[in-house]
């Protein structure tokens, strides 16, 4: 079983009227693919619809062309998402070149909806109710058969494509949602160990082989903490590493995963909110150097993330504050607004919108950088406090000023994070800023169309950042 798209096509499968080819379009713009209906592609070399073919050719005949674009698509090097017709799974014949090409979702509907959406269609085989239920009944398991993961709307597909699992009780259910069977290393930090520990332990049952603590929070992603953790671990390349904590314990044991005998597979499951809609999603890990945060790392695809929304209860109201930075920064990315949304389903649509962004530009080099819309301010006035500014509280003020010089309402910003201005020394912040930068002032800008990247003058990025510090 595929357990995500990174390397693999991503077919939708799913019976008529599930929404695949509207969901598929929705792809396009979220993970920038090419996305091809085979449907379409049908029609297009044969010149005729498919209520055409049906009554000229047959069913059968149709079949085979179906078939056969499926194939080509699947056999080429490019990656696309590819949206098939209902009934293309009913061909054992592409169920092989499936399993080895693609991660396959299967976009669920049930009976009645479908049947709400395509009756009076001129679809073929959507004329006659009690035919329709008997193929939907015929076609059910073959969809599962075929399915790597299974989701009701694009933001489940991007989620499943990506390998992140949002489900609240997720934890107590960690024995079957951690991939393969072999042994697992649990990697987490002295608090969560506390408070999830022993929850963690008991679901993993007997997969359970080593348990590791690195230092809490920061303290985690330095040289001597992973090299702790390296010569410690003693699972094979064939083991998972899991690691349960906050951005800085995920960053921290998922460049040990990655870097550990050349890499081992590895699953985080982030217990902050900062973790769950941002740092242990798309495979970016890291640990710091005296030199600045960051500054060592690898990318490294989990096979699976596992997000507990549950596990947000205990979490002290200002990391909880940090991770809401984060969380109005991808709705204003994504131009949408998120943060209004309850948490369960705030968490979902925010990693959803960053799994999106990572899987079309796993190694940021084009649009991921966008993700840092605010970040430039926040980690000048970061460095300029010493540290001692949480993340969040930077990050607020790095919007306001992002939106500022983007001509944009401020309004989100002040409404839910309330930044406020904060008393460091004006020229430190822009040294650190500089420095930060290293060479064209490229600011991250929010468009009507999203956002871009722009190198600005000197003087307007200046006054942007004066603007934040008080005094
Ligand atoms: N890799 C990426 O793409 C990425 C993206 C964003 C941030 N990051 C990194 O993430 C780190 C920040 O992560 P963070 O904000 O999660 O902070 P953190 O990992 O330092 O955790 C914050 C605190 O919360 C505690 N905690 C964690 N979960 C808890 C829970 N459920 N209940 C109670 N307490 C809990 C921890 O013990 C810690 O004291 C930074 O190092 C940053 O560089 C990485």
New binding site residues.
């Given amino acids: 079983v595929a357990s995500h798209a990174l390397e693999r096509h991503l077919v939708l499968v799913g019976f008529m009227g599930a929404g695949k080819t509207t969901v598929a379009e929705e792809l396009h713009s979220r993970i920038g693919r090419p996305v091809i209906d085979v449907d379409f592609v049908v029609e297009r070399d044969t010149g005729k619809t498919i209520p055409q073919l049906f009554a000229d050719e047959g069913e059968e005949a149709f079949r085979e062309r179906e078939r056969e674009v499926a194939a080509r698509l699947l056999r080429s090097v490019d990656r696309y998402v590819l949206a098939f017709g209902g009934g293309a799974v009913e061909s054992p014949l592409l169920h092989e070149l499936l399993r080895e090409q693609a991660f396959v979702v299967h976009l669920d509907v049930d009976l009645e909806t479908a049947w709400r959406r395509v009756h009076g269609t001129d679809r073929p085989l959507a004329q006659d109710e009690s035919t329709f239920r008997q193929l939907f009944e015929r076609r059910a398991p073959l969809y599962e058969t075929v399915a790597d993961a299974r989701a009701r709307d694009a933001d489940d597909v991007v989620l499943a494509a990506a390998g992140v699992h949002v489900e609240a009780g997720s934890l107590a259910r960690l024995g079957d949602l951690v991939p393969g069977e072999d042994a697992v290393a649990l990697v987490t930090?002295p608090?969560?160990a506390g408070?999830y520990g022993a929850d963690a332990q008991l679901a993993l049952g007997q997969r359970l082989a080593e348990v590791h603590e690195l230092a809490?929070?920061?303290r985690a992603?330095s040289v001597p903490e992973v090299e702790r953790l390296w010569r410690a671990l003693k699972i094979r390349r064939s083991g998972t590493l899991l690691a349960l904590?906050?951005?800085?314990?995920t960053?921290a044991a998922g460049f040990a995963a990655a870097t550990y005998t050349r890499g081992v597979t590895w699953v985080p499951m982030p217990?902050?909110l900062?973790?769950q809609v941002?740092?242990a999603i798309?495979g970016?890990?890291?640990i710091d150097l005296p030199e600045g945060?960051?500054l060592v790392g690898a990318f490294h695809w989990p096979d699976r993330t596992i997000v507990d929304p549950a596990?947000?209860e205990?979490?002290?109201p200002q990391?909880r504050r940090?991770g809401m930075a984060e969380v109005v920064k991808t709705g204003l990315l994504a131009g949408v607004p998120l943060w209004e949304l309850p948490e369960p389903e705030l968490v979902r649509r925010c990693a959803a919108y960053k799994s999106g962004v990572c899987l079309g530009d796993p190694l940021d080099r084009r649009e991921r950088r966008t993700l840092n819309l605010g970040h430039t301010f926040a980690h000048a006035l970061e460095a300029a406090a010493d540290f001692e500014l949480p993340?969040g509280e930077a990050v607020a003020l790095g919007l306001l000023a992002a939106l500022r010089l983007s001509g944009r309402d401020t309004k989100p910003v002040e409404d839910v994070l309330a930044p406020k201005r904060v008393r460091v020394d004006r020229e430190r912040a822009w040294q650190a800023l500089l420095r930060d930068k290293k060479g064209p002032l490229n600011v991250v800008l929010l468009g009507e169309n999203g956002a871009f990247v722009a190198e600005l003058p000197p003087q307007g990025v200046r006054s942007a950042l004066h603007e934040l510090i008080a005094g």
């Fill in positions: 930090e608090r969560v408070i809490a929070g920061e992603k904590g906050g951005g800085a314990l960053d217990t902050t900062v973790g941002d740092a798309g970016k890990t890291a945060k960051n596990l947000l205990t979490l002290p990391e940090n993340h």
